[in-house]
Nanobody
Framework: QVQLVESGGGLVQPGGSLRLSCAAS????????MTWYRQTPGKQRELVAR???????NYADSVKGRFTISRDNAKNMVYLQMDSLKPEDTAVYYC??????????WGQGTQVTVSS
C-alpha cells in the first residue's frame, strides 16, 4: 500500500498561483503513475494531470498551459504548480497513485478556492 498526503491548498485570488504537494510513502516502488484529480460537489472526480514512472505527462485540456506537474524522486514528492488560477479551478484536489498491481491509493484531498 502507498500512503499519500496532500498539502498546499488554500484561498487565492483569480490570476494567482498555488503549488500543491503530495508526499508518498510505503510501497512506492509499486507506483506506475501519479495523478492529480479534482472534484467539486455534485460532479465526478476529474483528472487534472498525471506523470508516469517513465516521465510521460498528460494534462486536462482545461489546465494546459496553466498547470505543471512535476516530481522529486529523491523526496518521493509530486507537485502541481497552478498558475493563472480561475474560479472554476475551485475544487478539492486529490493525489492518486496507480500501482502496477492492486487498487489505486488516494490522499485525503486539499481544498483549493479561487475567489476575490
Amino acid at each position: 500500500q502507498v500512503q499519500l498526503v496532500e498539502s498546499g491548498g488554500g484561498l487565492v485570488q483569480p490570476g494567482g498561483s498555488l503549488r500543491l504537494s503530495c508526499a508518498a510513502s510505503g510501497n512506492i516502488f509499486s507506483i506506475s503513475v501519479m495523478t492529480w484529480y479534482r472534484q467539486t460537489p455534485g460532479k465526478q472526480r476529474e483528472l487534472v494531470a498525471r506523470i508516469s514512472r517513465g516521465g510521460s505527462i498528460n494534462y486536462a485540456d482545461s489546465v494546459k498551459g496553466r498547470f505543471t506537474i512535476s516530481r522529486d524522486n529523491a523526496k518521493n514528492m509530486v507537485y502541481l504548480q497552478m498558475d493563472s488560477l480561475k474560479p472554476e479551478d475551485t475544487a478539492v484536489y486529490y493525489c492518486n497513485a496507480k500501482k502496477f498491481v492492486g487498487n489505486d491509493d488516494w490522499g485525503q484531498g486539499t481544498q483549493v478556492t479561487v475567489s476575490s
